[in-house]
Structures are given as C-alpha cells and as structure tokens.
C-alpha cells in the first residue's frame, strides 16, 4: 500500500514536501515513482528513486528544483519540491515499481503499483 500526503495550495515560487508512506512490501525491493497529472493532460513521470541503491531520476521539467529522497526507517520517500511555477499544478501519484528495472522512468503504468494521488495547486 501506497499513501501519499503534503500536497496542498502554494504561491508561485514556494514550496511543498510529499511524502509517500510504504506498507505491505519490503520497501527495498522497488523503486518509488512521483508521477503527476494536471487537468487534460497525460500522467507523467516526474521523479523515480531506487531504494536499493538510492540512484534517480528526474524529467527535464522538475530538473534543479525538485528533490527526491527515501527514509528506510520510516518506508518513505518524500518529493521536496521549490520553486514551484503554475505548471507544476497537478494530482501528484506515488507509485512502486519492482527494483528489477531501472529507476529510469518510460516503463508502462501498468506495471506499477500505485497509491492514491496529492493535489498540488500552485497559483499566480
């Protein structure tokens, strides 16, 4: 199970922490994604972290300004995102992918695991 939190309303040029809280798996066996969705568009993968190795990945659009991070203490891993424009407005989704395959982003939806999402608004 997959449970994501933090999302909420934000200025353009603040901040927002998420955190996606893992059960029910060994947490170091998958990667955890941070996809995102914004109204009338396709679901993206924005950031990906392997909680084997701690390797990651980041889409050219959130590049510099958002930062991925796991606590395998807590089985979390967080997406602390600065500098937020408009554009970043999404439903944000947490979502698990068997460690098997590369924290790399591009593979199917399907093939993952998915929790529920986080609204993010960010307003001008």
């Known amino acids: 199970q997959l449970q994501a939190s933090g999302g909420g309303l934000v200025q353009t040029g603040g901040s927002l922490k998420l955190s996606c809280a893992a059960s029910?798996?060994?947490?170091?066996?998958?990667?955890i994604s941070w996809f995102r969705q914004a109204p009338g568009k396709e679901r993206e993968e924005v950031s990906c972290i392997s909680t084997s190795d701690g390797s990651t990945y980041y889409a050219d659009s959130v590049k510099g300004r958002f930062t991925i991070s796991s606590d395998h203490a807590k089985n979390t891993v967080y997406l602390q995102m600065v500098s937020l424009k408009s554009e970043d407005t999404a439903v944000y989704y947490c979502?698990?992918?068997?460690?098997?395959?590369?924290?790399?982003?591009?593979?199917?939806?399907?093939?993952?695991?998915w929790g529920q999402g986080t609204q993010v608004t960010v307003s001008s």
């Open positions: 979502a698990a992918l068997n460690n098997m395959h590369l924290c790399r982003g591009g593979y199917p939806e399907t093939w993952y695991y």
């Open positions: 029910g798996f060994t947490f170091g066996d998958f990667n």
